[in-house]
């Protein structure tokens, strides 16, 4: 694909055909569209959650996979017709066990959160105990937050990260676990730039007879290329996002081991989270995005997967240096992934900040930083990633360059000129390293 030089993606002419019979039936919703397409070409995302999915991903969805009802798995379906679905779902679970190296794998949840929802309902009583990660340390909204589904239904503790090191402290997980006696212990971060150390978390979780789930939404792509520990097998189930590192749809994914090693007379674990997606909290599955998700597994099946991961932390690190070097504060002062949080309260409010950056082009989100005293609204810091700068081609000298302008802007946000100058520069950056290019919508 245009813009992902040297990331082994083809180049190609690719087109998404419906786009013409949409041009004509709702000319409203289509240049709409064309404006979002043209507003992802012209800026740069630092987003960490979002990527650029490839042409063969998107084509994928845009098909009429979207009309067929599928209640139930491969094989074991409620209405008929599902011989060619069935071949298509089965291709993406065998992908999925590969490259996560599990056992058990299931495709249909639509998102990260209901993958997550599925889990819970498949492991964990209404009332019972989950122990997370505190959400201001880098836990994720479906980890227990109060004005979630997590929050409400079940009971949650945190750990949280040490006040001066803002790494884990597995002391405090294992004091926490111990006193909290949970059914279920989370190793499961959305804004955290460590390594997690799934082997810890395990004799904790055996220490108190809980299962360990691991919500690897965010470094999903780093563990599939040997970049981050493996969650197995450690955790009995993992959830994860397909449209972060991974490059997919936007959907959820669940691994699991086969046998419940708690419950070993009961259900099989595989059979309680299949049952927990699929009648628990889904009717039929997106089967034109679980065809997208196979496709995207395949991708990351290519030698190139690995080397662009590889960049994807490059960037990371260049960027974090970066901030440092322009006195910043970057949680934990630096990263391992993909990501990193920067504190930016002793220079203006992280939503200015943030509609100041993605003026100019540059796309980021306000996030919490531990110990944060302010509202998740409008915290104290903000998130940046570098997933979608380096599917676009950007490298370490350019991931430097585009931390030095958000570091000047950040601290210099009220100066007209300087945006100017910064806005500028972003252009000739997005023009140097085009995305889509070859795509025609
Ligand atoms: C760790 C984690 N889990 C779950 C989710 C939810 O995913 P979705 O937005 O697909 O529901 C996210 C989203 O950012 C996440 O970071």
């Known amino acids: 694909m245009a813009g992902r030089k040297g990331d082994g993606q083809e180049k190609r002419k690719a087109s998404l055909v419906f786009m013409k019979n949409l041009k004509k039936t709702d000319p409203q919703i289509y240049n709409l569209i064309k404006k979002e397409i043209e507003r992802q070409k012209d800026g740069l995302v630092l987003i960490a959650s979002e990527n650029y999915a490839s042409p063969a991903v998107l084509s994928a969805m845009a098909t009429p996979l979207s009309n ?26 065998e992908r ?26 498949a492991l964990v009583g209404s009332g019972e105990k989950i122990l997370g990660f505190d959400l201001s340390c880098g836990g994720h909204l479906t980890h227990g937050s109060k004005v979630n589904f997590s929050g409400k239904i079940y009971n949650f503790s945190y750990y949280g990260v040490n006040r001066k090191t803002e790494l884990i402290d597995f002391k405090e997980v294992r004091r926490a676990a111990l006193k909290f006696r949970p059914k279920l212990i989370l190793a499961s971060t959305t804004s955290y730039s460590r390594k997690l150390d799934f082997k810890k978390f395990r004799e904790i979780a055996d220490e108190v007879k809980a299962y360990l789930m691991a919500d690897i939404a965010h470094i999903a792509g780093l563990v599939i290329a040997g970049l981050h520990p493996q969650p197995f097998p450690y955790c009995d189930v993992v959830t994860t996002t397909t449209h972060k590192t991974l490059r997919g749809p936007r959907g959820g994914l669940i691994l699991s081991k086969i046998k419940d090693r708690l419950n070993p007379k009961e259900k099989t674990l595989a059979q309680k989270i299949d049952s927990g997606v699929f009648p628990g909290i889904q009717g039929g599955p997106l089967e034109h995005v679980i065809a997208a998700k196979a ?12 080397k662009y991961q590889k960049q994807v932390i490059l960037n990371g690190k260049i960027m974090a240096d970066e901030f440092l070097k322009q006195g910043l504060k970057v949680i934990s002062n630096g990263t391992d992934n993909h990501l990193m949080v920067i504190d930016v309260s002793s220079f203006g409010d992280s939503k200015i900040i943030q509609d100041e950056l993605g003026k100019v082009g540059l796309y980021i989100n306000r996030n919490a930083i531990p110990f944060d ?7 104290s ?27 000047e802007l950040i601290k210099n946000i009220n100066s007209q000129k300087i945006k100017k100058q910064i806005k500028s520069e972003v252009r000739k950056i997005v023009k140097r390293f085009p995305i889509y290019e070859d795509f025609q919508w």
Not at 104 to 119: E, I, R
Not at 373 to 379: E, F, H, M
């Open 381 to 407: 810091g903000v998130r940046i990633g570098s997933p979608a700068i380096t599917t676009r081609g950007l490298k370490e000298k350019e991931a430097r360059q585009v931390a030095r302008l958000m570091s």
């Open 373 to 379: 005293t302010r509202p998740p609204y409008n915290p």
């Open 96 to 121: 999925a066990k590969r490259l996560f190296k599990a056992e058990h794998a299931n495709l249909q949840p639509h998102s990260g959160a209901q993958a997550n929802a599925a889990v819970y309902l």
């Open 295 to 306: 496709v995207c597994l395949k991708e990351a099946m290519n030698p190139s997967f690995k």
């Open 68 to 93: 067929k009802y599928s209640e139930g798995y491969p094989g074991k379906r409620y209405y008929s017709g599902n011989k060619f679905i069935d071949k298509i779902e089965s291709i993406g679970i």
